[in-house]
């Protein structure tokens, strides 16, 4: 949260040098476990060995993080900034930069093979349809939940034939081997928090005690929202809540590619972390909340714009009027 209120703080006039940092990090990091995984020992048994934590994870990417989902969540707000950039930018050149810098984020994302990434360019998809029309969101919203029960058991059953060899996926599932002990854990926090419901059973508890509670093999819970309610309780986990619910208001305020990229980013990082722990790496908050701070900067310049803004100048913002106007169509210089 430092991060995301020092980035905020430097994008209140329309800076953006937080964001292309980040998201120049999240394209390196893509790269370097690209090498590192089709030339096992090139960087970890290297002077840039530091740079990660080189588990094995057989067929899955892993590298910076030591876990594949986790590296996931690393790259997917770097991965709907480009998207956007790519498909909604007018500038040329930023449409061409971002094209070759997708190119190493999708194939570590499809290499993570989590779900995660499929469910947030849903997100992206129906954003974009829904700040067009709001009738072709719905469409959207409609055709990708028949589009996904019909595409995701197949991807699964690609995982299961690539990962871990009959033991993943069964035919037509939208489920993996995996979930059941995701599930479990859920339990687990839930009875956590059932038993201490007001002050929870304390930071990081779920390590120490999730065995007791019925979790005898996960050290967390595998989804941040639950631990919210487990290990600080109720006001905790409601404040958590809030903070997911203002944070979606407040960046849907941005307009333009830069906004449609931020806000489906910050999509994409909560529906990860339902289902895992990124805030556990904190290789994953410095990607990501450098960008969510941004975007929060560039929703508090949107609030104080009463009429709608004309296009940036090339120049760029440099009075409080025209930082104003980068709020509503940011550009990279």
């Given at each position: 949260?430092?991060?995301?209120?020092?980035?905020?703080?430097?994008?209140?006039?329309?800076?953006?040098?937080?964001?292309?940092?980040?998201t120049?990090?999240?394209?390196?990091?893509?790269?370097?476990?690209?090498i590192?995984?089709?030339?096992?020992?090139?960087i970890?048994?290297?002077?840039?060995?530091?740079?990660?934590?080189?588990?094995?994870?057989?067929?899955?990417?892993?590298?910076?993080?030591?876990?594949?989902?986790?590296?996931?969540?690393?790259?997917?707000?770097?991965?709907?900034?480009l998207l956007?950039?790519?498909?909604?930018?007018?500038?040329?050149r930023?449409?061409?930069?971002?094209?070759?810098?997708?190119?190493?984020?999708?194939?570590?994302?499809?290499?993570?093979?989590?779900?995660?990434?499929?469910?947030?360019?849903?997100?992206?998809v129906?954003?974009?349809?829904?700040?067009?029309?709001?009738?072709?969101?719905?469409?959207v919203?409609?055709?990708?939940?028949?589009?996904?029960?019909?595409?995701?058991?197949?991807y699964?059953?690609?995982?299961?034939?690539?990962?871990?060899?009959g033991?993943?996926?069964?035919?037509?599932?939208?489920?993996?081997?995996?979930?059941?002990?995701r599930?479990?854990?859920?339990?687990?926090?839930?009875?956590?928090?059932e038993?201490?419901?007001?002050?929870?059973?304390g930071?990081?508890?779920?390590k120490?005690?999730?065995?007791?509670?019925?979790?005898p093999?996960?050290g967390?819970?595998?989804?941040?929202?639950?631990?919210?309610?487990?290990?600080?309780?109720?006001?905790?986990?409601?404040?958590?809540?809030?903070w997911?619910?203002?944070?979606?208001?407040d960046?849907?305020?941005?307009?333009?590619?830069?906004?449609?990229?931020?806000?489906?980013?910050?999509?994409?990082?909560?529906?990860?972390?339902?289902?895992?722990?990124?805030?556990?790496?904190?290789?994953?908050?410095?990607?990501?909340?450098?960008?969510?701070?941004?975007?929060?900067?560039?929703a508090?310049?949107?609030?104080?714009?009463?009429e709608?803004?004309?296009?940036?100048?090339?120049?760029?913002?440099?009075?409080?009027?025209?930082?104003?106007?980068?709020?509503?169509?940011?550009?990279?210089?």
């Amino acid at each position: 949260f430092i991060l995301l209120i020092a980035a905020a703080w430097t994008a209140r006039r329309g800076e953006l040098r937080a964001l292309v940092a980040a998201t120049a990090v999240g394209v390196v990091v893509a790269v370097v476990c690209l090498i590192e995984y089709v030339a096992p020992g090139s960087i970890s048994k290297s002077a840039f060995a530091w740079v990660g934590f080189w588990k094995e994870f057989g067929a899955r990417l892993a590298g910076t993080v030591p876990s594949p989902n986790a590296l996931s969540t690393q790259l997917i707000v770097p991965t709907m900034v480009l998207l956007a950039a790519l498909l909604l930018a007018r500038d040329l050149r930023l449409r061409l930069l971002a094209a070759l810098s997708l190119v190493p984020l999708g194939v570590a994302q499809y290499l993570t093979f989590s779900r995660a990434p499929f469910l947030a360019m849903y997100v992206f998809v129906v954003v974009v349809a829904w700040r067009f029309r709001r009738a072709a969101g719905v469409v959207v919203i409609v055709v990708g939940l028949v589009v996904g029960a019909l595409v995701l058991p197949a991807y699964l059953q690609l995982r299961t034939t690539t990962v871990s060899p009959g033991t993943d996926a069964q035919p037509g599932s939208i489920l993996v081997a995996s979930d059941e002990l995701r599930f479990r854990a859920w339990a687990t926090a839930i009875r956590m928090w059932e038993q201490e419901p007001i002050a929870g059973q304390g930071y990081l508890s779920y390590k120490a005690l999730g065995e007791t509670f019925g979790d005898p093999l996960l050290g967390s819970p595998h989804n941040e929202w639950l631990r919210l309610f487990a290990e600080g309780g109720v006001i905790v986990g409601l404040v958590g809540l809030a903070w997911i619910a203002i944070t979606w208001i407040d960046l849907a305020r941005v307009k333009g590619w830069l906004g449609t990229g931020i806000l489906t980013g910050f999509a994409g990082y909560v529906i990860a972390a339902t289902f895992n722990n990124p805030l556990l790496f904190i290789r994953v908050s410095a990607v990501a909340f450098p960008i969510f701070g941004v975007g929060l900067g560039l929703a508090a310049l949107a609030r104080k714009a009463p009429e709608p803004l004309p296009e940036v100048s090339p120049d760029g913002p440099g009075t409080p009027a025209q930082a104003a106007e980068s709020a509503q169509a940011p550009t990279l210089h």
